[in-house]
């Protein structure tokens, strides 16, 4: 299984970006999925997690209201819409698929048994 995650760039306060992760090999369509982030310096941090159906997500208090994530699961990709970027969204961010183990998303990154490559999100004036 392979997590293609794309849609990073360098953008200004205020902008938006929509990242994407694409699963290959096989469908992941029953994982919940999740979006984390590690700035320069910084351990990887959660940003947000949706569980397989799309039906439940989850977020840091630091995106809330700024960080949709869904999914489609047609496609094997989610997605992580970013508005209203700000210079601390600055970081890699990873995409992530946690196993169905019968809750509806995960939060900490050991829950998670595939990761994406990571894509750089560059937010500055």
């Known amino acids: 299984v392979q997590l293609q995650a794309s849609g990073g760039g360098l953008v200004h306060p205020g902008d938006s970006l929509r990242l994407s992760c694409a699963a290959s090999?096989?469908?992941?369509?029953?994982?919940?999925k999740g979006w984390f982030r590690q700035a320069p310096g910084k351990e990887r941090e959660f940003v947000a997690a949706?569980?397989?159906?799309?039906?439940?997500?989850y977020y840091t208090d630091s995106v809330k209201g700024r960080f949709p994530i869904s999914r489609d699961n047609a496609k094997n990709t989610v997605y992580l819409q970013m508005n209203s970027l700000k210079p601390e969204d600055t970081a890699v961010y990873y995409c992530a698929a946690a196993p169905p183990s019968g809750r509806s998303y995960y939060t900490r990154l050991q829950e998670y048994d595939y990761w994406g490559q990571g894509t750089l999100v560059t937010v500055s004036s």
């Open positions: 090999g096989r469908t992941l369509s029953r994982h919940a």
């Open positions: 949706i569980s397989w159906s799309g039906g439940s997500t």
